[in-house]
């Protein structure tokens, strides 16, 4: 697939901005180069996504004349496949804190349905950019992902949740959680908050041994062995990147401003190293002297790998989510479920 390149408009470019059709045609919106003429609109405040030349994204945020403050985020559209499309959820305008959503392998955006209103009801603006070769109508696109693709889509992440917010801070499920550990680490970006959910930095021992994980990386990550996919549907290849990426962590990590750091995990996760879920972590919160907080999901709750798979539980599920930003804001919050029975059903 053709690179994404992600650039400021430049004078002159107005009918490239408007070459994207309307997604909300009823809607009547002014034309760009008629907000460019009355001042509202500006250039430098306005950004396009072209894919081969073609414009897939754009932003523009809005100052009439007359006006003061800063510029809010007046338009914001993608052209994504139609199975799954990046989530902005914006209050209008640069917000004193923003988060930045990275989902897990195989899935997209809509696993933080529920968690991105929550911590947009908290006043946060909440950026989940859809994955390379996630969330479109092509089942295996995810066998084809890369390290350095993966590792380009959370810089690119943070940098549009670095424009909508002074303080930005991350959360990561499972692969997810490995970019958002690299994002934490990463020299030139700034993670002032981070959350691991059930993170990916090994395999489960009883998938893989740790012995076995290095001739992975490279038989599969390298592509030298034809891939294989897994009874959960995992491509051997893909998994493997993000393998790669929590394998180029630095040793010992980086002192970094990070101000809170915590995990959640659940013991049913037959997925992850679970060791490795909170060593890695802990390393981290080590270096920028912070505790580390550590949440364990109760096996009554019958949560699997997937531990934003919270939608059967109700009310709970809620209350969960509400853990989930308390731990991310660095509360520390109890352990055991709000009145969930025992015999609940299993939900990976």
């Given amino acids: 697939m053709t690179d994404l390149v992600i650039r400021p408009l430049v004078a002159g470019e107005e009918n490239l ?11 009547r919106q002014v034309a760009y180069a008629d907000g ?8 430098e405040n306005t950004w396009v996504a072209l894919r081969a030349g073609r414009l897939v994204g754009r932003a523009a945020w809005l100052l009439p004349p007359g006006a003061v403050g800063a510029p809010w985020l007046d338009r914001f559209d993608l052209d994504a496949d139609p199975e799954s ?6 209050h209008g305008s640069r917000t004193g804190r923003a988060v930045l959503l990275l989902h897990g392998y195989t899935l997209a955006p809509e696993q933080y349905e529920g968690l ?13 950019p859809r994955a390379p070769q996630h969330g479109t109508v092509d089942r295996t696109a995810h066998h084809r992902v890369e390290a350095g693709g993966l590792t380009t889509y959370a810089a690119k ?39 691991l959910l059930s993170p990916f930095f090994g395999p489960n021992p009883r998938q893989a041994p740790a012995y076995a994980v290095k001739p992975l990386i490279v038989l599969y990550g390298r592509r030298i062995l ?6 959960r549907g995992y491509s051997l290849a893909a998994v493997t990147q993000y393998l790669t990426i929590a394998r180029t962590l630095p040793k010992p990590p980086r002192r970094t401003g990070l101000r809170t750091a ?12 679970l060791r490795a879920a909170v060593a890695v972590p802990r390393r981290i919160a080590d270096a920028n002297a912070i505790p580390l907080r550590v949440c364990t999901l109760p096996e009554a709750l019958g949560v699997e790998h997937n531990t934003l798979n919270l939608a059967a539980l109700g009310t709970d599920g809620d209350e969960w989510r509400r853990r989930y930003v308390a731990l991310y804001e660095g509360a520390t919050v109890p352990e ?6 025992d015999n609940a059903p299993t939900r990976r």
Wanted: glycine share 10%.
């Fill in 336 to 341: 055991s479920s709000p009145a969930t029975a």
């Fill in 157 to 195: 992440g943070w940098a549009v949740a670095a424009a909508l917010g002074d303080e930005v801070g991350v959360v990561g499920i499972s692969g997810g959680a490995v970019l958002a550990a690299w994002l934490a680490q990463v020299p030139g970006t700034v993670v002032r908050h981070l959350l």
């Fill in 17 to 27: 901005f408007d070459s994207m059709p309307d997604p909300l045609p009823q809607l």
């Fill in 262 to 273: 915590a995990v959640a995990i659940s013991p049913l996760d037959r997925v992850v190293d």
């Fill in 116 to 128: 991105a209103e929550e911590f947009f009801d908290r006043g946060y603006s909440v950026w989940i």
């Fill in 226 to 231: 034809r891939d294989r996919v897994t009874s």
């Fill in 36 to 43: 460019i003429a009355g001042g509202g609109y500006r250039p």
């Fill in 85 to 90: 499309r990046s989530r902005l959820l914006s």
